[in-house]
């Protein structure tokens, strides 16, 4: 019993960091109604920059977060005026087609720098012992660290000239206009922060566990699944999405072999998208 | 007279906003029946609660004999009700004839594609967009497109067609044109039912009117009578207009 | 004018339908664009034996398989509007169930992959009924869960040899006459499903449930609103979409000699397929052919240069996103914009 409770207390801890990747996509989603489908390219792309960081100058993976958050900013804005700008309020499948190009890219060239073989980040953290079962310290400080992103987010969005402005271009973009915001600008802004958002969580993924150039596909899938149990464009909602999934997961792995965990994981995400398209947590959004 | 439809009882609510209230009206066979209300009364509900674009919450709707409460609005389209929408839904990327070709496919008479062709083509003759059936829908004006809305509803044969404000944004030579129309189809045995903010122009083409405010039924009668009706008068705010336009236009 | 009006109302009021469904087949049979289809499908049938060469086969029965899922995809993204991003699922489950049918219960090879394509429609338009419900991107995203469910789901299942797949031995082509000739067998019989395909494009659109669809695909609430049955109307697309892939799938797989769950359910040849339509052009018939005839060919190049082979994914998104952003009618509505008289002969 409890070997459960400790599995889903795992669980929890790694899906806070689902969390923080959903809510990068979720943000996106929510400012400018486009899926962003490099997500996952991003994710990776964050998992390398603190490899590289960590392997060039020997610093904390946990110190390097914060220039992960800078890069991805700028990589985010930098993607925007390049790819998405142009197909904003058109049809949804130019959005897809857009972002996916990008992945594409971002995956091409990253096999070819760095073919596909596993990586991993090394990080020690003194575990913390409950009973016999002991919780892994880098699970442990992802979460705290993905909690703390979420919070800043909050703050950020709710309290400061920048963040409103995104929350006002999400409501209405028209008003926002007449009201003498630069939308464009704000929704470059946006795209930087949920692209910035992905790569931290990427870098926080990387030291949890091994990771390839294609390990993106994977989160990217988890990010979808956790977006529609929070509700798509519902930031607050994707981390109880985020940690809902972990709990799944932590359930789950007593019981089924991991090889299941993918068959659960999106016959759920199917159902809760037939079932609540707007999904289960999506109280905040009015 | 016999009545085409009857609106029993209709009720629908939004959230706290109690949008149509208990209401009901008779549409009878062959007439023009003009519905007005000031804004926000609740007119294009009743007109979504009708073809079934939204159920009702409690009453009945009876159209030719049939009951087609809750019906979906393309099963409420066989049944012969088409409509031409107050904000235009033209399929853009199709041209004109496509437009009124599925209105006549899927219609009240079920037309196979050829039959169906040629209803299109003569419908689109008739609203005077005879000369622009191959270009496409995205490409006409605003008054094009008004046409092409009334086009499609009735390239169905419908028996009942609801018009919604399609003299909305239209300017007076339009307008009048526009009225030629209506009076056109009419005449051809279509009843009409139509939802109208140009005073003039419902007061003289229709045969009875049914006044709403706030979701209820405020009064019903000939445009003279409604025009001469003390509370209708308060719920315009005593506009004028209304009764001005209404001695106007009643022959 | 206003009584010429009423007069032309009142004889639209009064019509009487009085054609018949053979006429209508007899004006399809003159449309020279049919014809153009039928010619095709033989060229590309017949060149490889014509020209002796075996690696023209291999080539023009990747092409005619990428024709088969573009095409079948053009009639969910192009016509009804909806974007399948897991359109592959047709492809793999159609194909484990075609080569598990002719391996494992030795049932003719036709007949598995007629069984394969029957069995997955009937899934999609069951499936359909509830996802279709979804629009714009929760569609999209719900048909990407709808694959990797199935793909775990495969990769788990024994029966179907789990995540290794079944292997087709020699024996396995006996009924056909030996390794050699069911190859070609199962090439002309993906040349007859590519064909296949292209007269499903060209029937749809030139059919009344097309233009339905069509109506779906610009405007599905005013499309209701006009009669067009749309849970309906959507489910059977989906479902029809799904047939000819599935059949494709058990061919292709069958003459691979394996089939195995990454290869099957890979969401990357689902967007391959995408980036095909967008190529030539969505919502045309010949759009996604001359799609996938060039993208065949540019990834063939890509693959046989060295420098290129490790940027194919590369170059391929570079090139999508300047469609996406500059073309987004395709080669064919660009084409089709400039030179008006193509209209008749490219549907």
């Not at chain 1, 929350?167 to 926002?176: F, P």
């Not at chain 2, 049914?210 to 001469?228: D, H, S």
């Not at chain 3, 030795?106 to 069951?126: D, E």
Request: charged share 10%; net charge neutral.
């Amino acid at each position: 019993m409890i070997g459960i409770l400790a599995s889903v207390v795992d669980g929890v801890l790694v899906g806070a960091v689902y969390g923080l990747a959903a809510m990068g996509l979720t943000l996106i989603w929510g400012v400018m109604n486009v899926i962003n489908l490099s997500h996952g390219a991003i994710i990776v792309l964050g998992m390398f920059v603190v490899y590289f960081l960590t392997g060039a100058t020997g610093v904390s993976a946990y110190l390097g977060i914060p220039l992960v958050l800078v890069v991805g900013f700028l990589a985010g804005i930098i993607i925007y005026w390049v790819s998405v700008n142009r197909v904003i309020g058109r049809p949804i499948l130019m959005s897809l087609l857009a972002t996916f190009a990008l992945n594409m890219i971002i995956i091409g060239l990253g096999t070819a720098a760095w073919t596909t073989s596993p990586y991993n980040v090394p990080v020690s953290l003194p575990g913390i012992t409950v009973g016999n079962y002991t919780f892994t310290g880098t699970h442990i400080m992802a979460a705290v660290i993905a909690s703390v992103v979420a919070g800043i987010l909050y703050l950020f969005l709710h309290f400061t000239r920048p963040g409103k402005a995104i929350r006002a271009v999400a409501s209405n973009r028209d008003a926002a206009e007449l009201n003498g915001i630069p939308t464009r600008q704000v929704l470059a802004m946006a795209f930087g922060l949920g692209v910035a958002l992905a790569c931290v969580s990427g870098a926080l993924i990387a030291t949890l566990f091994p990771f390839t150039v294609l390990s993106g596909g994977a989160y990217q899938l988890k990010s979808f699944v956790v977006t529609v149990l929070g509700g798509l464009g519902n930031p607050a909602g994707a981390l109880l999405g985020g940690i809902a999934l972990g709990m799944v997961e932590g359930l789950a792995t007593p019981f089924t072999p991991v090889s299941w965990t993918p068959i659960i994981e999106f016959g759920l995400f199917v159902l809760v998208l037939i079932a609540f398209p707007r999904g289960i947590f999506a109280f905040t959004k009015a | 007279m016999t009545a085409l439809l009857q609106a029993v009882d209709l009720s629908r609510r939004f959230g706290g906003v109690q949008a149509v209230s208990e209401l009901t009206f008779d549409v009878n066979q062959g007439e023009i029946l003009g519905l007005i209300g000031p804004n926000g009364a609740g007119k294009s509900t009743v007109f979504n609660l009708l073809n079934g674009v939204i159920a009702p919450d409690t009453g009945q709707i009876i159209f030719d004999g049939a009951d087609i409460t809750g019906l979906p609005p393309y099963t409420v389209a066989r049944h012969g009700i088409a409509r031409a929408h107050q904000i235009m839904q033209p399929l853009l990327g199709l041209s004109v004839l496509e437009n009124c070709m599925v209105g006549a496919c899927f219609g009240r008479e079920n037309m196979n594609l050829a039959d169906a062709r040629e209803a299109a083509r003569e419908v689109a003759q008739s609203v005077g967009l005879g000369d622009r059936v191959g270009a496409l829908a995205g490409s006409l004006t605003t008054a094009g497109k008004k046409r092409l809305e009334m086009a499609r509803a009735l390239s169905a044969h419908p028996k009942l067609l609801l018009l919604d404000e399609v003299l909305a944004g239209l300017n007076p030579t339009e307008i009048e044109h526009m009225i030629e129309t209506i009076r056109g189809i009419r005449k051809s045995g279509i009843t009409i039912l139509m939802i109208e903010h140009v005073m003039r122009a419902i007061m003289s083409l229709s045969d009875r009117i049914v006044v709403i405010n706030l979701g209820k039924r405020l009064a019903e009668g000939t445009p003279r009578e409604i025009a001469e009706n003390p509370e209708v008068i308060k719920a315009y705010l005593g506009d004028s207009k209304l009764l001005t336009t209404a001695e106007e236009g009643v022959p | 004018m206003s009584s010429s009006v009423s007069q032309e109302v009142a004889k639209a009021g009064t019509f009487k339908p009085h054609h018949s469904i053979a006429e209508e087949i007899y004006r399809h049979l003159r449309e020279p664009f049919l014809w153009l289809i039928v010619v095709f499908t033989a060229i590309v049938a017949f060149a490889p034996v014509v020209m002796d060469d075996v690696s023209m086969r291999e080539s023009l029965l990747l092409a005619a398989v990428y024709v088969t899922l573009a095409s079948n995809l053009n009639l969910m993204i192009g016509y009804a509007g909806y974007v399948n991003f897991g359109n592959i699922v047709f492809f793999g489950l159609g194909g484990y169930i075609g080569v598990y049918l002719a391996t494992s219960w030795h049932v003719n090879l036709v007949l598995s992959v007629l069984a394969g394509g029957v069995g997955v429609s009937a899934l999609a338009y069951l499936f359909g009924r509830g996802i279709l419900g979804l629009r714009g991107a929760f569609f999209a995203l719900a048909t990407i869960g709808v694959n990797e469910a199935i793909h775990a789901f495969v990769t788990n299942f024994e029966p179907w040899g789990g995540a290794t797949g079944i292997y087709l031995s020699m024996d396995a082509y006996e009924p056909l006459g030996g390794p050699m000739s069911g190859l070609w067998f199962c090439y002309y019989l993906i040349v007859l499903v590519m064909g296949l395909s292209l007269l499903l494009s060209y029937a749809i659109k030139t059919s009344k449930f097309g233009l339905g669809i069509l109506a779906i695909g610009q405007n599905e609430d005013a499309a209701a609103v006009l009669g067009v049955p749309t849970p309906r109307y959507k489910a059977i697309i989906y479902a029809v979409s799904g047939f000819l892939p599935a059949v494709a799938g058990g061919l292709y797989f069958f003459k691979s000699g394996i089939i195995e769950p990454n290869g099957a359910f890979d969401l990357t040849t689902s967007i391959e397929a995408i980036v095909m339509i967008m190529l030539g052009g969505a919502g045309t018939v010949t759009g996604p052919v001359i799609g996938a005839f060039l993208y065949e060919e540019l990834r063939g190049f890509l693959l046989v240069s060295e420098t290129f082979s490790h940027l194919q994914l590369v170059l391929a998104g570079v090139l999508l996103l300047i469609i996406v952003l500059f073309v987004p009618g395709g080669l064919l509505g660009w084409l089709r914009a400039r030179l008006p008289w193509l209209r008749k002969w490219l549907q």
